[in-house]
């Protein structure tokens, strides 16, 4: 059963509510896409021909520039950057499209996004989850799942621990990807890329990093992401993406050409979630909640001590629908994950009910 069907009755309770059910269970957007970004995608509406696999050289180009401009990491190779259909489908088959097999380890985080266990399991590799190379001991994996800021929890992973990673990995000729979705979506601390030059020393073999415009811009819709880093990595995705039909339609990657270009609606976007976290999280922690982490990110790991199940009920009494920490793994079974990815007037309606 996919786990989200699992949540049936509590959003039917959630539903329920005289005022209507507030959700904050799923990261997606709520806001309008900036309307730069739609006059873009609607001028290159009209070209009928195939889009380029590799993307054009507009959109290569703005890859680049927003990578330095907004996260401080140079020295990417011209070849190196690679759109995608959206950050999941890219974390999905990225196993399986770098040859990764049964004989094969994959490290994800021991709470992470189920696309890293999903992905792994496809390409038939076995699963460690583990957040140090203590955990990982003599073994020496295919690939390891780094997700700064973190997906559920919001953690900001230190530049110590991920210099030790990168060193580390190079050493046994690991890759590494690192998934940075929420990199522009700092609170309580800031969280660097696995490229950025102080992580790294500006030399990016065996490095990935995984980038989505569906936050930061409200592009979940139109499947706009990227990949950069290693040079010979990203060639070799982009040769089996070439034959397997993995293109970002043409439009698409016009629309992110202005999205990567334009830093105003990020930072009309990033205030919109600033404000919604400023009353969420008071609400939640006066409503006798924890919150653990949660400095970066969409999301407030939150817990009453207590099954994160018996948690979910009693949001659903108050017409609040949040998502189980079980689903991104055991250590996450007494934490919910609260979204902050619904509109003013619902996290309002949110605040009000907990204050209930």
């Keep these: 059963m996919f786990p ?16 209507g ?10 806001d309008e896409v900036a309307p730069v970004i739609r006059d873009a995608l609607a001028q290159a509406s009209g070209v009928p021909g195939y889009p380029t696999t590799a993307g054009t050289s507009a959109l290569r180009s703005a890859i680049h520039a927003a990578l330095a401009r907004r996260f401080g990491i140079t020295d990417i190779a011209a070849e190196a950057v690679l759109p995608v259909i959206g950050s999941k489908e890219l974390i999905a088959w990225l196993p399986t499209l770098l040859g990764v097999g049964a004989e094969d380890t994959v490290v994800i985080p021991e709470l992470a996004y189920p696309t890293y266990d999903v992905g792994a399991r496809l390409a038939g590799a076995q699963v460690m989850a583990a957040d140090s190379l203590t955990q990982i001991g003599p073994q020496v994996p295919a690939l390891i799942y780094l997700n700064s800021p973190s997906n559920p929890t919001g953690k900001v992973l230190g530049a110590d621990h991920l210099r ?11 890759l590494v990807a690192s998934d940075e979705c929420y990199l ?4 309580d601390a ?11 020393g500006g030399d990016h073999t065996g490095l990935l990093a995984i980038h989505s415009l569906s936050k930061t811009s409200s592009l979940a819709g139109y499947r706009a992401g990227f990949v950069a880093g290693d ?14 039909g993995m293109m970002v339609p043409g439009p698409v990657q016009a629309a992110m050409v202005a999205a990567l270009t334009d830093d105003e609606h990020i930072a009309v976007q990033r205030e919109r979630y600033a404000r919604r976290r400023a009353l969420l999280l008071p609400a939640l922690l006066a409503a006798g909640f924890t919150v653990d982490h949660s400095e970066a990110g969409l999301y407030l790991w939150a817990t009453r001590g207590e099954p994160c ?35 003013d007037e619902r996290i309002a309606a949110a605040v009000q009910r907990l204050g209930q």
């Design 190 to 200: 800031e969280p660097l890329s696995v490229l950025h030059p102080s992580i790294c």
């Design 309 to 343: 199940r018996q948690t979910l009920a009693w949001l659903a009494q108050r017409g609040i629908l949040v998502a189980p920490g079980e689903f991104y793994g055991p250590a996450g079974a007494q934490h919910v994950r609260v979204a902050l990815t619904a509109t």
């Design 21 to 30: 059910i507030v959700d904050l269970s799923v990261g997606t957007p709520v």
């Design 184 to 187: 522009g979506l700092a609170w």
């Design 231 to 244: 040079p010979a990595v990203v060639t070799e995705l982009l040769a089996v993406r070439k034959h397997a």
């Design 164 to 174: 030790k990673v990168v060193g580390w990995a190079r050493e046994r000729g690991v």
């Design 4 to 19: 989200w069907d699992t949540l049936a009755d509590v959003t039917a309770a959630a539903k329920a509510h005289p005022d």
